[in-house]
């Protein structure tokens, strides 16, 4: 039994990496009906560029932090103002589009400017595993849950009850209309698209601590998208609670079905999950089912 | 299509043709010659290769784009059933001895099955949803293919050459005009496909489907219709390619794959039968040219520069070149043909 | 003019001069110096490049001191067409038709994976190709493509012979556990461990695979940690060893049990990702020199680096790359001097022939300036070196801890699981 708590506490631990992706995605649809698909690769580019930042040019930690928050609201607003801009009113396939587009050119500029595909942060959490009954949890994953569950608080309170939070929500939903009360569009795609890259960035350097800097980071963005599928494309809450869930399945599944199926069945879960929750709930458990007329 | 002045129709058929003056008859014979006595010319084995290669593409890309520029079907796994069709190939002809034809048609026939099972969400889902379930069916067909010890799992497997009857396709030259003659007979098919009812169909369903789904058009079937006949030509073309590499392995067919067919048929023109010609032409040319010209000749007089960015250049152009079509011509360059052509017919106004 | 129209202008302008730039430069080449053209292909890009870009580095840089000062290959320069695969296995198939197209007499490869996707094309034509990191399926059974180390099977047994008889002090079996990268270099040792368990008197208790972008393996480690292992063995990358043997410490399994690693995952960057103090003990394989090492080749090699790629400095697969430079030159040498030059001039099928059975086949005891074991080949073995050193994490450094071992030859093909 001391199995199947270990089991449990890692897939929670690993699905509240996924939520913080996913919160990372939710914002931008929530203001602005785009899917973001370059997360994976915004999460790369960031981690790569904290890694620059604490060491190759060796600043401390107290000013790597804020220098990475200022890059993320640089290349927020850069994406957002080129590469979006001029898209506002064109099919979803385009801006789908554009966003693999800037996938592929992050890419392309990580491999730029940092050519090693592998590298490690320095140590910021003390190597020491939690002991929670019989089971270990790495402190990293702690540390990513609490931030995960404050970034949500943030973000829900803030849409909610903040003037700019409200208005994004409206622009999702009619950008004509929110036009002609005096909204300006603009400002508010590019505060939405700034605020996903710092939620990205503090993703990407939780997320690197653990496993350090590799492309796998782009796999798990990917992941990301089956969480917010099964939680609700516009939902904060759901891919909070999303997340463990699918990383529950994962390590359950990898545990447990690992001996009777083949190995490595535990990286199919995620991405089976979404076939069956696009056949049964589409819009995921939390999200607002979207009612089309002619 | 717009005529020359003076060009008048006297019959239905003349009306429908797709080639309608002497002007364009024999412009058209001149390609096809062209076409087919490119071994006589082409300079090395390995542009013949290249070519053939473009040419497996480009069949692969009128399948995408029947099912997503016409129908307007979001799908951005198309790099899973082209392994599928693959896999099926190289199972049926490797493991079971099966004639190369008949492996051929089975390969298109089992994608387009598979593509059908994944298009079937498609009845409730559109837009992003769709392009999320599209990335799943990928993940999940190479998924099975890796663990699949028919297939050969994580190490791949050969595949013998391709033959018909006793001939061999051994040469760079006899496969070049095998896989030619293919693409030339799908783009056909795919151009008759578009002007048929059932095309117009498809038409009608990117456009607006509950508006078509009002007009009486079978949604269920001609969406499943759509995922078929794409991922038919996915098949083909990946028997094909298999067929010429010899030996297949999972890793040929990732996900920056697929994007760059959605790349290619955007940059080439959605919803036309020559916008894939041109994306597909686009984008080789562009990947050769950075392959064997840009990033060596960086790579050997640069030394100076930081190692990354020779190899770095490649995505980085790529990304670039997407994103800047998309934003400055989104119709793509078979839009600015057509505009090359209008004008060319009207400069100076020549009537 | 208005100014939007001067920027458009300027801009094709632009465009167009860096167009013209490498037909320019290509234009300045035509000298009539006799050389002799090989091909290499790394993936200086993509998921491989931390490895890719340094080995490509490398194998220039040491054409470039052997046409210097050694005035090429018996006065014959060698020109090397380069280019990045970007571990794409399609583009690494173009590639590999490009050199055969260009008159290159064989070409190399850094990566296992990409040598899998090209030896095909190259077996069908006689082209001989040399891998420098191997995997068994490259060479059993033996046709054009050669290794020029020993392979990741061979890691595996040498590390388990030494395991059984140095470390292990238990009675009867003792109990080991695999951890494999889900392609040739997992395999390897899975091959390996398939045919000769039984014999060296180990128990293989469990084979787990993993993803190379793998976060955590608590999973499958939780479930091996259940069936009481004594060593577990991972061959694999960098980075997902650093993964599995921090999720080890995690579980308290390590220190405990005894872990190695595969020479793919026995480098500096392992010790990086998971921390000096995490890994200290760890067992591994390497085959060649460590980088400072008093050996005839290391002069040579540390000042060209540090004169062209300084930022390489101190990484083992610099060394396996450079060696592999040199056992090319050693090779083309070799056929020059048995079957003359003009065979090589043009390239094509004779020229590959005369490489692979009066050049390749021919190598004796080259030594390769002490940078690894030497080369040589046996009939009926395609690998070149045989031989390798155990290694050992000790304070963050990575330590040799014996001499160079042999790997004696598999004769995988004979068992019918092998290739399915």
């Given at each position: 039994?001391?199995?199947?708590?270990?089991?449990?506490?890692?897939g929670?631990?690993?699905g509240?990496?996924?939520?913080?992706?996913a919160?990372g995605?939710?914002v931008?649809?929530k203001?602005s009906?785009?899917?973001?698909?370059?997360?994976?690769?915004?999460?790369?580019?960031?981690?790569?560029?904290?890694?620059?930042?604490?060491?190759?040019?060796?600043?401390?930690l107290?000013?790597?932090?804020?220098?990475?928050?200022?890059?993320?609201?640089?290349?927020?607003?850069?994406?957002?103002?080129?590469?979006?801009?001029?898209?506002?009113?064109?099919?979803?396939?385009?801006?789908?589009?554009?966003?693999?587009?800037?996938?592929?050119?992050?890419?392309?500029?990580?491999?730029?400017v940092?050519?090693?595909?592998?590298?490690a942060?320095?140590?910021?959490?003390?190597?020491e595993?939690?002991?929670?009954?019989?089971a270990?949890?790495?402190?990293?994953?702690?540390?990513?849950?609490?931030?995960?569950?404050?970034?949500?608080?943030?973000?829900?309170?803030?849409?909610?009850?903040?003037?700019?939070?409200?208005a994004m929500r409206?622009?999702?939903?009619?950008?004509?209309?929110?036009?002609?009360?005096?909204?300006p569009?603009?400002?508010?795609?590019?505060r939405?698209?700034?605020?996903?890259?710092?939620?990205?960035?503090?993703?990407?350097?939780?997320?690197?601590?653990?496993?350090?800097?590799t492309?796998?980071?782009?796999m798990?963005?990917?992941?990301g998208?089956?969480?917010?599928?099964?939680?609700?494309?516009?939902?904060?809450?759901?891919?909070?609670?999303?997340?463990?869930?699918?990383?529950?399945?994962?390590?359950?599944?990898?545990?447990?079905?690992?001996?009777?199926l083949w190995?490595?069945?535990?990286?199919?879960?995620?991405?089976?999950?979404?076939i069956?929750?696009?056949?049964?709930?589409?819009?995921?458990?939390?999200?607002?089912?979207?009612?089309?007329?002619? | 299509?717009?005529?020359?002045?003076?060009?008048?129709?006297?019959k239905?058929?003349d009306?429908?043709?797709?080639?309608?003056?002497k002007?364009?008859?024999?412009?058209?014979?001149?390609m096809?010659?062209?076409?087919?006595t490119?071994?006589?010319?082409?300079?090395?084995?390995?542009?013949?290769g290249?070519?053939?290669?473009?040419?497996?593409?480009l069949?692969?890309a009128?399948g995408?784009?029947?099912?997503?520029?016409?129908?307007?079907?979001?799908?951005?796994?198309?790099?899973?059933?082209?392994?599928?069709?693959?896999?099926?190939?190289?199972?049926?002809?490797?493991?079971?001895?099966?004639?190369?034809?008949?492996?051929?048609?089975?390969?298109?026939?089992?994608?387009?099955?598979?593509?059908?099972?994944?298009?079937?969400?498609?009845?409730?889902?559109?837009?992003f949803?769709?392009a999320?379930?599209?990335?799943?069916?990928?993940?999940?067909?190479?998924?099975?293919?890796?663990h699949?010890?028919?297939?050969?799992?994580?190490?791949?497997?050969?595949?013998?050459?391709?033959?018909?009857?006793?001939?061999?396709?051994?040469?760079?030259?006899?496969?070049?005009?095998?896989?030619?003659?293919?693409?030339?007979?799908?783009?056909?098919?795919?151009k008759?496909?578009?002007r048929?009812?059932?095309?117009?169909?498809?038409?009608?369903?990117?456009?607006n489907?509950?508006?078509?789904?009002?007009?009486?058009?079978?949604?269920?079937?001609?969406?499943?219709?759509?995922?078929?006949i794409?991922?038919?030509?996915?098949?083909?073309?990946?028997?094909?390619?298999a067929?010429?590499?010899?030996?297949?392995?999972?890793?040929?067919?990732?996900?920056?794959?697929?994007?760059?067919?959605?790349?290619?048929i955007?940059?080439g023109?959605?919803?036309?039968?020559i916008?894939?010609?041109?994306?597909?032409?686009?984008?080789?040319?562009?990947?050769?040219?950075l392959?064997?010209?840009?990033?060596p000749?960086l790579?050997?007089?640069?030394?100076m520069?930081?190692?990354g960015?020779?190899?770095?250049?490649?995505?980085?152009?790529?990304?670039?070149?997407?994103?800047?079509?998309?934003?400055?011509?989104p119709?793509?360059?078979?839009?600015?043909?057509?505009?090359f052509?209008?004008?060319?017919?009207?400069?100076?106004f020549?009537? | 003019?208005?100014?939007?129209?001067?920027?458009?202008?300027?801009?094709?302008?632009?465009?167009?001069?860096?167009?013209?730039?490498?037909?320019?430069?290509?234009?300045?080449?035509e000298?009539?110096?006799?050389?002799?053209?090989?091909?290499?292909?790394?993936?200086?890009?993509g998921?491989?490049?931390?490895?890719g870009s340094?080995?490509?580095?490398?194998?220039?840089?040491?054409?470039e001191?052997?046409?210097?000062?050694?005035?090429?290959?018996a006065?014959?320069?060698?020109?090397v067409?380069?280019?990045?695969?970007?571990?794409?296995?399609?583009?690494a198939?173009t590639?590999?038709?490009?050199?055969?197209?260009e008159?290159?007499?064989?070409?190399?490869?850094?990566?296992?994976?990409?040598?899998?996707?090209?030896?095909?094309?190259?077996n069908r034509?006689?082209?001989?190709?040399?891998?420098?990191?191997?995997?068994?399926?490259?060479h059993?059974p033996?046709q054009?493509?050669?290794?020029?180390?020993?392979?990741?099977?061979?890691?595996?047994?040498?590390?388990?012979?030494?395991?059984?008889?140095?470390?292990?002090?238990?009675?009867?079996?003792?109990?080991?556990?695999?951890?494999?990268?889900?392609?040739?270099?997992?395999?390897?040792?899975?091959?390996?461990?398939?045919?000769k368990?039984?014999?060296?008197?180990?128990?293989?208790?469990?084979?787990?695979?993993?993803?190379?972008?793998?976060?955590s393996?608590i999973?499958?480690?939780?479930?091996?940690?259940?069936?009481?292992?004594?060593?577990l063995?991972?061959?694999?990358?960098?980075?997902?060893?650093a993964?599995?043997?921090?999720?080890?410490?995690?579980?308290?399994?390590?220190?405990?049990?005894?872990?190695?690693?595969?020479?793919?995952?026995?480098?500096?960057?392992?010790v990086?990702?998971?921390?000096?103090?995490?890994?200290?003990?760890?067992y591994?394989?390497?085959?060649?020199?460590?980088w400072?090492?008093?050996?005839?080749?290391?002069?040579?090699?540390i000042?060209?680096?540090?004169?062209?790629?300084?930022?390489?400095?101190?990484?083992?697969?610099?060394?396996?790359?450079?060696?592999?430079?040199?056992i090319?030159?050693?090779?083309?040498?070799?056929t020059?001097?048995?079957?003359?030059?003009?065979?090589l001039?043009?390239?094509?099928?004779?020229?590959?022939?005369?490489?692979?059975?009066?050049?390749?086949q021919?190598?004796?005891?080259?030594d390769?300036e002490g940078?690894?074991?030497?080369?040589?080949?046996?009939?009926?073995?395609?690998?070149?070196?045989?031989?390798?050193?155990?290694?050992?994490?000790?304070?963050?450094?990575?330590?040799?801890?014996?001499?160079?071992?042999?790997?004696p030859?598999?004769?995988?093909?004979?068992?019918?699981?092998?290739?399915?």
């Amino acid at each position: 039994m001391g199995d199947l708590l270990q089991l449990v506490i890692t897939g929670l631990a690993v699905g509240m990496v996924y939520s913080l992706i996913a919160l990372g995605f939710v914002v931008v649809w929530k203001s602005s009906s785009v899917a973001n698909l370059a997360l994976g690769q915004l999460v790369l580019i960031f981690s790569w560029f904290f890694y620059g930042m604490l060491v190759q040019i060796g600043f401390p930690l107290w000013l790597g932090f804020p220098l990475l928050i200022l890059f993320a609201l640089l290349v927020g607003w850069l994406i957002e103002r080129f590469a979006l801009r001029p898209l506002i009113a064109q099919p979803i396939l385009s801006l789908i589009t554009v966003t693999l587009g800037i996938a592929y050119f992050t890419e392309g500029v990580v491999t730029f400017v940092w050519p090693k595909s592998v590298a490690a942060l320095p140590r910021f959490f003390p190597r020491e595993p939690l002991h929670i009954g019989g089971a270990v949890v790495s402190q990293e994953y702690v540390w990513i849950a609490a931030i995960s569950l404050l970034i949500f608080i943030l973000l829900t309170l803030f849409y909610r009850y903040h003037r700019m939070g409200i208005a994004m929500r409206a622009t999702a939903d009619d950008q004509l209309a929110v036009q002609a009360c005096g909204v300006p569009v603009t400002k508010i795609m590019s505060r939405s698209w700034m605020v996903a890259c710092i939620v990205a960035a503090t993703g990407g350097i939780l997320i690197s601590s653990i496993g350090g800097i590799t492309n796998g980071l782009v796999m798990t963005g990917l992941k990301g998208f089956s969480v917010v599928i099964l939680g609700g494309l516009d939902s904060f809450a759901g891919a909070m609670i999303a997340g463990p869930i699918i990383g529950l399945a994962e390590s359950l599944g990898g545990g447990y079905l690992t001996p009777y199926l083949w190995s490595g069945v535990k990286d199919i879960i995620p991405f089976f999950i979404i076939i069956i929750m696009v056949l049964i709930k589409p819009y995921g458990l939390f999200g607002e089912e979207r009612i089309e007329r002619i | 299509m717009t005529l020359p002045c003076g060009v008048r129709s006297y019959k239905y058929a003349d009306d429908m043709a797709i080639i309608r003056t002497k002007t364009q008859w024999v412009l058209f014979i001149l390609m096809l010659v062209l076409l087919f006595t490119m071994p006589l010319y082409m300079p090395s084995n390995y542009w013949l290769g290249i070519a053939t290669l473009t040419g497996i593409t480009l069949i692969a890309a009128t399948g995408l784009n029947l099912l997503l520029g016409y129908c307007g079907q979001l799908s951005i796994g198309h790099a899973g059933f082209i392994a599928v069709g693959a896999y099926t190939s190289a199972i049926l002809t490797n493991r079971l001895g099966v004639p190369f034809p008949i492996a051929l048609l089975c390969s298109g026939l089992t994608a387009g099955t598979i593509g059908i099972i994944f298009g079937i969400p498609s009845i409730r889902l559109k837009g992003f949803y769709l392009a999320i379930t599209s990335i799943a069916a990928q993940f999940i067909i190479l998924w099975v293919i890796n663990h699949w010890s028919l297939t050969g799992g994580f190490m791949g497997m050969q595949v013998p050459y391709a033959s018909i009857g006793s001939f061999v396709f051994k040469s760079r030259a006899s496969q070049f005009y095998l896989v030619t003659s293919i693409a030339v007979l799908t783009i056909f098919i795919a151009k008759n496909i578009a002007r048929s009812r059932v095309g117009r169909a498809f038409i009608a369903i990117r456009d607006n489907d509950l508006a078509a789904q009002v007009m009486g058009i079978n949604l269920f079937f001609y969406k499943l219709l759509a995922f078929f006949i794409g991922c038919f030509m996915a098949g083909i073309a990946g028997s094909l390619l298999a067929h010429w590499m010899g030996f297949i392995n999972t890793e040929y067919f990732s996900f920056a794959d697929s994007i760059l067919y959605v790349a290619m048929i955007i940059i080439g023109g959605l919803g036309t039968t020559i916008g894939p010609i041109f994306g597909v032409i686009f984008i080789s040319t562009l990947e050769q040219y950075l392959t064997v010209g840009l990033v060596p000749f960086l790579e050997r007089t640069f030394s100076m520069l930081p190692s990354g960015f020779a190899t770095g250049v490649t995505p980085m152009l790529f990304g670039l070149v997407i994103v800047l079509f998309l934003i400055l011509e989104p119709r793509g360059l078979a839009h600015r043909w057509s505009l090359f052509k209008s004008a060319y017919r009207l400069w100076p106004f020549s009537y | 003019m208005n100014k939007s129209k001067l920027r458009v202008i300027g801009a094709i302008l632009m465009a167009l001069i860096i167009t013209m730039l490498p037909f320019l430069s290509a234009c300045d080449t035509e000298e009539q110096v006799e050389t002799i053209k090989i091909g290499i292909t790394t993936p200086s890009s993509g998921q491989a490049a931390e490895k890719g870009s340094v080995m490509g580095h490398a194998n220039l840089d040491a054409f470039e001191y052997i046409n210097e000062e050694l005035g090429g290959v018996a006065g014959h320069p060698i020109e090397v067409v380069w280019l990045d695969n970007g571990y794409d296995a399609t583009k690494a198939v173009t590639n590999v038709q490009l050199f055969m197209d260009e008159g290159c007499v064989m070409y190399a490869t850094a990566s296992s994976a990409m040598m899998t996707a090209t030896m095909e094309t190259a077996n069908r034509a006689g082209f001989p190709g040399l891998a420098c990191f191997n995997a068994p399926n490259l060479h059993r059974p033996p046709q054009h493509i050669y290794g020029q180390m020993t392979d990741y099977g061979d890691d595996w047994t040498a590390f388990a012979k030494y395991y059984v008889e140095n470390i292990w002090e238990g009675e009867g079996k003792p109990r080991m556990a695999l951890h494999l990268l889900n392609n040739s270099t997992g395999y390897g040792a899975r091959d390996a461990a398939m045919a000769k368990a039984e014999e060296l008197g180990i128990e293989i208790i469990s084979i787990d695979e993993h993803a190379a972008t793998t976060m955590s393996e608590i999973e499958s480690l939780t479930r091996i940690k259940a069936l009481n292992p004594d060593v577990l063995y991972i061959s694999s990358t960098p980075a997902p060893t650093a993964v599995i043997i921090k999720n080890a410490y995690e579980l308290g399994m390590y220190p405990g049990i005894t872990i190695a690693c595969g020479h793919a995952g026995m480098t500096k960057e392992l010790v990086n990702i998971a921390g000096a103090d995490i890994t200290e003990g760890v067992y591994g394989v390497f085959p060649t020199v460590s980088w400072g090492d008093d050996v005839p080749g290391m002069e040579k090699m540390i000042e060209y680096c540090l004169e062209l790629h300084p930022e390489d400095e101190g990484n083992g697969d610099y060394i396996t790359s450079w060696a592999q430079s040199l056992i090319i030159a050693e090779i083309l040498r070799l056929t020059v001097e048995n079957a003359g030059y003009e065979v090589l001039a043009e390239g094509g099928p004779e020229a590959w022939a005369a490489v692979e059975y009066q050049g390749i086949q021919q190598l004796d005891g080259y030594d390769v300036e002490g940078l690894h074991g030497p080369v040589s080949y046996v009939p009926g073995d395609n690998r070149l070196s045989k031989s390798l050193r155990i290694f050992q994490v000790q304070s963050g450094e990575i330590v040799p801890i014996t001499g160079w071992i042999e790997a004696p030859l598999i004769k995988y093909e004979e068992y019918e699981w092998f290739g399915n």
